[in-house]
Each structure stands twice: as structure tokens, then as C-alpha cells.
T-cell receptor
Framework: DAKTTQPPSMDCAEGRAANLPCNHS???????VYWYRQIHSQGPQYIIH???NNETNEMASLIITEDRKSSTLILPHATLRDTAVYYC??????????FGEGTQLTVNP | DAGITQSPRYKITETGRQVTLMCHQT?????MFWYRQDLGHGLRLIYY???????DKGEVPDGYVVSRSKTENFPLTLESATRSQTSVYFC???????????FGPGTRLLVL
């Protein structure tokens, strides 16, 4: 069974915040939430990860609900270069990543 | 240049031929990984290595062989290529099992 559920596609206007949801209702206490993205034809790129607290870095913010059953990746000011497939991954460590289908985010001018 | 590189970037071969895809990283990361990505699918782990001379199977290891004699290199060999192995292959590395992975640019392999 899939550990995460993401919408297959989303659109966002350039300059607006992009909020990408992820459901992980069966997450266990020692599993982290990782987000990667893959721009067309390139290798995946790490964005952010967290356990239970909200996290922010120079690329994005990660909001994890209190029950940890879902999370949201926020790109605060989306640009055209943020058009990519975004993967939400739940794993106990960064070494055993299972990539699902992800969400195709399209940022429109 | 520092980072993770893959060669060749593009390869066309024939069924039954042996093919080796190279992966090289300059960070001295302990962990290295091989994934394949097929059209319309996410990445699937083929093999990974926790250190030199230590390798382990991933989700789809059949038909592939790996070795890790040096920390910085992790070649992937298709001993007898099949058409079903036509794919994009990504190599990745990470400093430890808890750290994030850094991916190479990929090798696009076509088996005729």
C-alpha cells in the first residue's frame, strides 16, 4: 500500500504561494516526511524534511499537522522555474526513499 | 568539478549486450544509490551501497549487478540487456543513512 497520497496535478500563478498537500495517515512515530522535486528530465532535488515540527528553509516551508497524518509543502512565491513534479515521501531514514507518482505543479505566468 | 556525475548520459545498445553505467561522486559520501525511472512512473530503487564493498538490493534488482570497490564510484552493470531495461537511470549519494540524497543528471538508456 502507498504510504502517501498526493493530487496528480496542481496549477499556481507566478508570484503566488503554491501549497502542495500530502496525506500520510499511516505514518509511524519514527518516520520523517521528505519532499523532493524533479524538474523535467533532471535528477530529483531535495527540498525539505521534518518529523513533527514545522520546518522552513530557503526553498520552502513544511507544515505538518499535529496528528502527523498530513502535511503541506509551501513555496511562498512560486516562479516558472518551480514547475516540476513534487514528491512527498515518508520514511524512517533518508536512505530508503520510495518515490510515488508525485504532484505535477505547473506555475503559470 | 565537485558533485555527482554519471556517464554516459545517453546510450543505445542491443538486446543481450553488456552495458555498464558509471557514477562518480566527489563528496566522499558513504551511501550511493541506483534508481530507474520509466515513463509515467516514479523512481524505483535498484541497488544501494552503504560503504565500499557493501551493497544491497533495492526494489528491482533483477538483471543488474553493482560493485563498490572505491567510495567515490558505484558502477551499475546490465549483464545481458533486455528491452524492458530501457529507462532513465539515476545515481544518488548521501552522507549517511539519515541524510538527504543528491542525484546525478541521469543516463538515458535505450535497448533495441
Amino acid at each position: 500500500d502507498a504510504k502517501t497520497t498526493q493530487p496528480p496535478s496542481m496549477d499556481c500563478a507566478e508570484g503566488r504561494a503554491a501549497n502542495l498537500p500530502c496525506n500520510h495517515s499511516t505514518i509511524s512515530g519514527n518516520e520523517y516526511v521528505y519532499w523532493y522535486r524533479q524538474i523535467h528530465s533532471q535528477g530529483p532535488q531535495y527540498i525539505i524534511h521534518g518529523l513533527k515540527n514545522n520546518e522552513t528553509n530557503e526553498m520552502a516551508s513544511l507544515i505538518i499537522t499535529e496528528d502527523r497524518k498530513s502535511s503541506t509543502l509551501i513555496l511562498p512565491h512560486a516562479t516558472l522555474r518551480d514547475t516540476a513534479v513534487y514528491y512527498c515521501i515518508v520514511e524512517t531514514s533518508g536512505s530508503r526513499l520510495t518515490f510515488g507518482e508525485g504532484t505535477q505543479l505547473t506555475v503559470n505566468p | 568539478d565537485a558533485g555527482i556525475t554519471q556517464s554516459p548520459r545517453y546510450k543505445i545498445t542491443e538486446t543481450g549486450r553488456q552495458v555498464t553505467l558509471m557514477c562518480h561522486q566527489t563528496w566522499s559520501h558513504s551511501y550511493m544509490f541506483w534508481y530507474r525511472q520509466d515513463l509515467g512512473h516514479g523512481l524505483r530503487l535498484i541497488y544501494y551501497s552503504a560503504a565500499a564493498d557493501i551493497t544491497d538490493k533495492g526494489e528491482v534488482p533483477d538483471g543488474y549487478v553493482v560493485s563498490r570497490s572505491k567510495t567515490e564510484n558505484f558502477p551499475l552493470t546490465l549483464e545481458s540487456a533486455t528491452r524492458s531495461q530501457t529507462s532513465v537511470y539515476f545515481c544518488a549519494s548521501s552522507e549517511s543513512r539519515w541524510e538527504t540524497q543528491y542525484f546525478g543528471p541521469g543516463t538515458r538508456l535505450l535497448v533495441l
